[in-house]
Protein backbone atom coordinates (compact mmCIF):
# COMPACT_ATOMS: atom_id res chain seq x y z
CA UNK A 1 0.00 0.00 0.00
CA UNK A 2 0.86 3.72 -0.93
CA UNK A 3 1.93 5.75 2.09
CA UNK A 4 0.76 9.29 2.19
CA UNK A 5 0.90 12.34 4.03
CA UNK A 6 -1.32 15.47 3.99
CA UNK A 7 0.34 19.33 4.20
CA UNK A 8 -2.14 21.71 6.26
CA UNK A 9 -2.00 25.46 6.16
CA UNK A 10 -3.65 28.45 5.57
CA UNK A 11 -4.00 30.01 1.85
CA UNK A 12 -0.61 31.62 1.14
CA UNK A 13 1.29 29.19 3.48
CA UNK A 14 3.66 28.20 1.34
CA UNK A 15 1.85 24.29 0.68
CA UNK A 16 2.07 23.98 -3.34
CA UNK A 17 5.38 25.79 -3.40
CA UNK A 18 6.94 22.97 -0.81
CA UNK A 19 4.84 20.16 -2.29
CA UNK A 20 5.86 21.07 -5.85
CA UNK A 21 9.51 21.10 -4.41
CA UNK A 22 9.66 17.87 -2.52
CA UNK A 23 8.00 16.31 -6.01
CA UNK A 24 11.23 17.61 -7.70
CA UNK A 25 13.46 16.16 -4.87
CA UNK A 26 11.56 13.10 -4.87
CA UNK A 27 11.56 12.34 -8.72
CA UNK A 28 15.78 13.18 -8.99
CA UNK A 29 15.81 10.44 -5.75
CA UNK A 30 13.75 8.05 -8.08
CA UNK A 31 10.64 8.48 -6.17
CA UNK A 32 7.55 8.55 -7.51
CA UNK A 33 5.59 10.63 -5.70
CA UNK A 34 1.92 11.80 -6.25
CA UNK A 35 -0.02 14.62 -5.22
CA UNK A 36 -3.89 15.25 -4.54
CA UNK A 37 -5.10 18.63 -4.29
CA UNK A 38 -7.80 19.87 -1.76
CA UNK A 39 -9.81 22.10 -4.40
CA UNK A 40 -12.27 23.33 -1.52
CA UNK A 41 -13.62 26.27 -3.25
CA UNK A 42 -14.35 24.62 -6.32
CA UNK A 43 -11.82 27.04 -7.91
CA UNK A 44 -9.72 25.05 -10.29
CA UNK A 45 -10.17 25.57 -13.64
CA UNK A 46 -8.71 24.09 -17.25
CA UNK A 47 -7.28 26.98 -18.80
CA UNK A 48 -9.17 29.21 -20.22
CA UNK A 49 -10.55 28.56 -24.56
CA UNK A 50 -9.16 25.18 -24.22
CA UNK A 51 -10.97 22.59 -25.40
CA UNK A 52 -11.00 20.73 -22.48
CA UNK A 53 -12.56 23.61 -20.78
CA UNK A 54 -15.32 24.15 -23.28
CA UNK A 55 -16.52 21.18 -22.34
CA UNK A 56 -16.51 20.95 -18.96
CA UNK A 57 -18.22 24.55 -19.20
CA UNK A 58 -20.94 23.11 -21.31
CA UNK A 59 -21.74 20.76 -18.86
CA UNK A 60 -19.87 17.74 -19.74
CA UNK A 61 -20.72 14.39 -17.03
CA UNK A 62 -16.91 13.87 -17.83
CA UNK A 63 -13.81 14.63 -20.08
CA UNK A 64 -10.59 13.34 -21.21
CA UNK A 65 -7.86 14.68 -22.44
CA UNK A 66 -5.14 11.99 -24.01
CA UNK A 67 -1.96 13.06 -24.97
CA UNK A 68 1.26 10.55 -25.96
CA UNK A 69 2.91 10.93 -22.49
CA UNK A 70 -0.17 11.74 -20.23
CA UNK A 71 -4.04 11.58 -19.89
CA UNK A 72 -6.41 14.09 -17.43
CA UNK A 73 -9.60 13.27 -16.32
CA UNK A 74 -12.19 15.79 -15.40
CA UNK A 75 -15.56 13.69 -13.61
CA UNK A 76 -18.17 15.79 -12.00
CA UNK A 77 -18.96 13.22 -9.15
CA UNK A 78 -17.80 13.89 -5.19
CA UNK A 79 -14.52 11.79 -3.94
CA UNK A 80 -13.58 11.67 -0.18
CA UNK A 81 -9.74 11.71 0.21
CA UNK A 82 -10.08 7.84 1.04
CA UNK A 83 -11.66 7.28 -2.32
CA UNK A 84 -8.61 9.12 -4.39
CA UNK A 85 -5.74 7.61 -2.13
CA UNK A 86 -6.99 4.36 -3.37
CA UNK A 87 -7.60 5.04 -6.43
CA UNK A 88 -3.75 5.82 -6.83
CA UNK A 89 -2.55 2.80 -5.52
CA UNK A 90 -2.71 1.37 -8.73
CA UNK A 91 -0.07 3.74 -9.88
CA UNK A 92 2.81 2.34 -8.50
CA UNK A 93 3.85 5.51 -6.71
CA UNK A 94 6.00 5.27 -3.22
CA UNK A 95 3.62 7.71 -2.01
CA UNK A 96 1.29 10.72 -2.45
CA UNK A 97 1.48 13.98 -0.99
CA UNK A 98 -1.90 15.54 0.08
CA UNK A 99 -2.31 19.34 0.02
CA UNK A 100 -5.53 20.47 1.56
CA UNK A 101 -8.15 18.16 3.79
CA UNK A 102 -6.82 19.91 6.61
CA UNK A 103 -10.34 18.39 8.55
CA UNK A 104 -9.27 15.29 7.53
CA UNK A 105 -7.46 12.87 10.56
CA UNK A 106 -4.61 11.71 8.25
CA UNK A 107 -1.49 12.49 9.54
CA UNK A 108 -0.12 15.99 8.13
CA UNK A 109 2.79 18.58 8.40
CA UNK A 110 1.21 21.96 9.28
CA UNK A 111 2.43 24.72 6.93
CA UNK A 112 2.90 28.93 8.28
CA UNK A 113 5.29 31.73 6.89
CA UNK A 114 3.91 34.38 9.07
CA UNK A 115 3.04 34.18 12.85
CA UNK A 116 -0.62 35.26 11.92
CA UNK A 117 -1.05 31.46 10.34
CA UNK A 118 0.49 29.97 13.59
CA UNK A 119 -2.78 29.17 14.33
CA UNK A 120 -3.76 26.61 12.03
CA UNK A 121 -1.94 23.67 14.70
CA UNK A 122 -5.06 24.00 16.23
CA UNK A 123 -7.15 24.08 13.94
CA UNK A 124 -6.60 20.44 12.86
CA UNK A 125 -8.11 17.28 13.77
CA UNK A 126 -5.03 16.09 15.68
CA UNK A 127 -1.65 17.23 16.37
CA UNK A 128 0.73 17.92 13.19
CA UNK A 129 3.20 15.06 13.03
CA UNK A 130 5.71 18.33 12.01
CA UNK A 131 6.21 21.89 11.03
CA UNK A 132 7.31 23.77 8.14
CA UNK A 133 7.95 27.46 9.41
CA UNK A 134 10.79 29.92 8.83
CA UNK A 135 12.98 29.56 11.78
CA UNK A 136 12.70 32.70 13.73
CA UNK A 137 8.57 32.00 14.23
CA UNK A 138 10.14 28.13 16.36
CA UNK A 139 8.83 29.93 19.02
CA UNK A 140 5.14 29.07 17.82
CA UNK A 141 5.67 25.43 18.66
CA UNK A 142 4.99 23.70 21.69
CA UNK A 143 5.78 20.66 22.59
CA UNK A 144 8.00 17.82 20.56
CA UNK A 145 6.97 18.41 17.30
CA UNK A 146 9.51 18.11 14.57
CA UNK A 147 10.45 21.47 13.02
CA UNK A 148 11.85 22.72 9.60
CA UNK A 149 12.40 25.56 7.84
CA UNK A 150 10.84 25.55 4.56
CA UNK A 151 14.56 26.07 2.66
CA UNK A 152 15.76 22.19 3.96
CA UNK A 153 13.92 20.07 1.33
CA UNK A 154 16.31 17.11 2.23
CA UNK A 155 15.37 16.75 5.34
CA UNK A 156 11.99 17.61 4.96
CA UNK A 157 11.69 14.72 2.53
CA UNK A 158 13.77 12.12 4.52
CA UNK A 159 11.26 12.45 7.30
CA UNK A 160 8.48 12.15 5.29
CA UNK A 161 9.91 9.14 3.96
CA UNK A 162 10.62 7.58 7.66
CA UNK A 163 7.44 8.61 8.98
CA UNK A 164 5.56 6.80 5.95
CA UNK A 165 7.82 3.82 6.47
CA UNK A 166 6.98 4.10 10.88
CA UNK A 167 3.41 4.83 10.14
CA UNK A 168 0.23 2.99 9.24
CA UNK A 169 -0.68 5.96 6.74
Not at 20 to 28: C, D, I, N
Not at 115 to 120: H, K, L, N, P, V
Not at 128 to 134: C, E, G, H, I, Q
Amino acid sequence: MTGFIGFAGFSDSGKTTLISRLVGYYHEQGIRAGVIKHDAHGHYKEAVGSDSSLYIEAGAAATVVVSPESYVVFRRESKSLKQMVDALQSNKLDLILVEGFKKERHDQIALFRYSEQADIIHHLPKPPVAVVAPKELKEHISGNIPFFDPEDIASIAEFILVHIKNSDC
